[in-house]
């Protein structure tokens, strides 16, 4: 289990991220998605790393089995923490995008490897309507974890309603990586199923990711501990 909140940097410039990070007096857990990564390059990783914060590279690959294999290898040289793949992709590009990172890597520790179940902004009528999946959320969230289980990866990103069902048929070690983390009564923003940090943890979350509910409080550093108290609480 992740003990720390994994706070989600979703901005746009890295003068921004500075400006947030220089309120905290310690190292943190931050993810790293598409705006973030994409508008600044691998630099804004480095420079994360030179502050000594641990790293999620949230950028959902989802490609064929090849271009998604050789895009890990060269992101294993950044040396984050946790880095993840879409599920929907297959099986075998799964399994191309671990071969990738662990080439990548060296012989290095790897970074943790994740799938992407169903995005908690998905609802289950959208899915079925959209996606033309005639089961419940549930049991395609399901279905991608052990799929993904299967192909070795290390856990899957899901929301924290699916993360007890995921320990029991994956085990407890085959992480429940959990987004759409809310304070009771806070926005929700485009999430729809949520929790709140205590409830994930009940929920048999492994890490949560809690985003806008930190960084667009009026006081990031005690939204951040009431969020880690509620997830550290035994």
Not at 83 to 103: F, Y
Not at 166 to 189: C, K, M
């Amino acid at each position: 289990m992740v003990k720390q909140p994994i706070i989600a940097l979703d901005m746009s410039t890295f003068k921004e991220v500075e400006r947030f990070l220089q309120l905290f007096q310690e190292s943190l857990y931050v993810k790293v998605g598409m705006e973030l990564y994409l508008q600044n390059g691998p630099i804004i990783i480095e420079r994360l790393k030179e502050q000594d914060h641990q790293i999620f590279l949230d950028l959902k690959l989802h490609d064929i089995p090849t271009t998604v294999k050789k895009a890990m290898k060269g992101l294993a040289s950044l040396g984050v923490d946790m880095i993840n793949v879409h599920a929907a992709g297959g099986k075998r590009m799964m399994e191309e995008a671990l071969e990738g990172l662990e080439q990548g890597a060296g012989g290095a520790k790897r970074p943790k490897l994740l799938a992407v179940t169903q995005l908690t902004s998905t609802s289950q009528a959208q899915m079925q309507k959209e996606q033309r999946i005639a089961t419940c959320i549930q049991e395609s969230v399901l279905h991608y974890a052990l799929l993904a289980k299967e192909a070795g990866l290390d856990g899957v990103v899901c929301s924290p309603l699916e993360a007890k069902q995921i320990a029991q048929a994956a085990g407890e070690d085959f992480w429940r990586v959990t987004p759409g983390v809310r304070l009771e009564r806070g926005i929700a923003h485009d999430q729809i199923r949520t929790a709140t940090p205590a409830d994930a943890k009940l929920l048999g979350s492994s890490a949560i990711v809690v985003g806008r509910a930190i960084t667009d409080h009026q006081n990031p550093v005690e939204a951040y501990e009431i969020v880690r108290k509620e997830w550290e609480e035994e």
